[in-house]
């Protein structure tokens, strides 16, 4: 009897925790480009992390994998359902789960999941998935018509973080690196370098100057309000820097 209450209890402590967690969900944001958004316990709520998921002409591209891997069959359920396209490709920005987990599904199904190599050597020692080391720091990839950049502007959030810049829709995926203007701090910093993280972010700003649309790897892209006046040129970029400076980086 002890054993059936104590039962009844978990299931349902688990069922109230469940309801009460949001859902994995994709998001269009620009045409043919959308937010994939998975979930994490972080200080005991949920915690959104984001990557980006790309249709061209030959099939789709992610960046960043979900949180972990039933978010990620989650997000290839959804890419089956609803563009119907094979997974050519996943770019990877840093070594973190949040960024990686699903590396191992991605290449069960066919996907090359690609990053830098040093993205590659620090997966390896924190016993990650490894994805493939052939991406250049700074490279351009041109996938079904479809002009896709990364660009390593110096360590931050990571030592390896690198962010994708699609010219065409003006869109930077900051990853990890930027903070979302709704962020109260800045996070898991256990491999950042707050020292160096401010130049970084002022690289990211010289070179992409002109940015219609930031996704953070974290919390929301639509506060981001373009039409603010700000030395860093976006107001998430601004806001890293405000969050930095509060912690004396």
Known sequence: MRYLCFALISFLIGQSLFAQSPEFRVESIKPSIYVHTSYMLYSGQPFPSNGLVIETKKGVVLVDTPWDTLQTRQLLDWISTNLKRPVLLAIIT???????????LLRRQGTRVICTPLTARLAKAKNHPVPDAILPNDTTLYIGGVRIETYFPG????????VV?????????????????????LGNIADADLSEWPATIRRVHERFPKIDLLVPGHQSWKTNDT??????????????INLLDRKGG
């Open 94 to 104: 840093h070594a973190h789960d949040d960024r990686l987990a699903g590396t191992e």
């Open 165 to 185: 810049w699609l010219p065409k829709q003006k869109l930077l995926f900051g990853g990890c690196l930027v903070k979302s203007v709704e962020a109260s701090g």
């Open 227 to 240: 039409s603010i006046a700000i030395p860093f040129g976006h107001p998430a970029l601004q806001r890293t």
């Open 155 to 162: 360590p931050g959030h990571s030592p390896d973080n690198i």
